[in-house]
């Protein structure tokens, strides 16, 4: 139904992406995704070691013939990451797409582009947009405010940030932040990108591996239940409002205050067990994007994709030409 850059150089059939979230992007979501036609990601660090991403892999492979990536992000971690091996483990098992975000993509591209693999670069601004491009990168996922996760500190929404991305770079640009239906579709093609990526979208589907509860609080809250966290660390995150991130926040800007003083509500293993596993959803801290305004169901991914691809034909062919007079 759509082809662009996006869909011929990645052999995607839909331009729809999923892109990597942590403890969520496993082979139960990531191989629904891939069958319903969009790109999915594993996210490498969410399986313990190298050998258990290979594993993950194998069981993505298991659920579907279509293309999928890998997700490789590049943090600061107390305790170190072995990124080397997950990356040879990544192209050993015949990995053909990667998504890389946080840091610096440089150490890892040589060995990427010498197996033939095509990578994906997400980036919060132009100038790191354009840096990566220049890296070597095919194509850059740019996340506007409204994103869950990390959006950087300008403060740059979508409406802004998706044009002028698109002036700068001549690589395909993949649409982030706040987009969970086909007018969204419709609006960052016509804005320049040539694909969407979703997060918080695909988090409410059925085959999403996280609690119920969770999916239904994303459908019950509005755009209005986010929170920035950690801005006053210098390393804003959109997450979901609850009881936990509003503490985090307000702990946060009491003067003199440290990381160490939230560490205890922000960890990422507590939201896992507690939110994810239990389905309490104030029992951590966990991430949405000002989507959850945007999203009144719970479906299957190939229910999601389909009405979404339905929906922005319906406006291209119908809705948009009846604005034009004469």
């Known amino acids: ?123 919060v601004t132009v100038r790191h947009a354009l840096k990566a491009e220049q890296l070597g990168v095919d194509a850059v996922s740019i996340d506007g405010f409204e994103c869950a996760g990390h959006p950087g500190e300008d403060d740059v929404p979508g409406l802004v940030l998706i044009p002028a991305a698109a002036r700068a770079l001549s690589i395909p640009i993949i649409a982030s932040g706040g987009i969970a239906t086909g007018a969204g579709l419709v609006a960052a093609l016509a804005l320049g990108a040539s694909a969407v990526n979703m997060g918080t979208r695909f988090m ?31 390393n804003s995150a959109r997450v979901a409002r609850n009881t936990v991130s509003e503490e985090i926040a307000a702990v946060s800007r009491e003067p003199g205050a440290t990381f160490d003083d939230i560490a205890h509500l922000a960890s990422g293993a507590r939201a896992r067990e507690q939110v994810y596993g239990n389905g309490d959803v104030e029992g951590g801290m966990w991430w949405a994007s000002q989507a959850q305004g945007l999203i009144h169901d719970i479906g299957s991914c190939a229910d999601v994709v389909d009405a979404i691809l339905a929906d922005a034909r319906k406006i291209i062919t119908r809705t948009l030409p009846g604005q034009l007079g004469g």
């Open 204 to 234: 409410a589907t059925t085959e999403a591996p996280i609690h119920h509860n969770v999916k239904q609080q994303i459908v019950d809250n509005s755009e209005r239940d986010t929170v920035i966290v950690f801005r006053e660390f210098h």
């Open 1 to 123: 139904m759509f082809t662009n850059t996006f869909t011929k150089t990645f052999g995607i059939e839909h331009p729809i992406v999923c892109g990597g979230m942590t403890a969520v992007g496993t082979a139960d979501l990531i191989g629904a995704v891939a069958n319903a036609g969009a790109l999915g990601f594993l996210t490498a660090l969410t399986q313990p070691t190298p050998e258990a991403l290979v594993k993950e892999i194998g069981r993505c492979r298991d659920r579907t013939d279509k293309p999928f990536g890998v997700n490789l992000t590049i943090l600061p971690t107390i305790k170190p990451v072995p990124y080397d091996e997950y990356r040879d483990a990544i192209v050993e098992s015949g990995i053909t797409i990667v998504e890389t975000a946080g840091g610096n993509p440089q150490p890892h591209l040589p060995t990427f582009k010498a197996a033939g693999v095509k990578v994906i670069h997400k980036a």
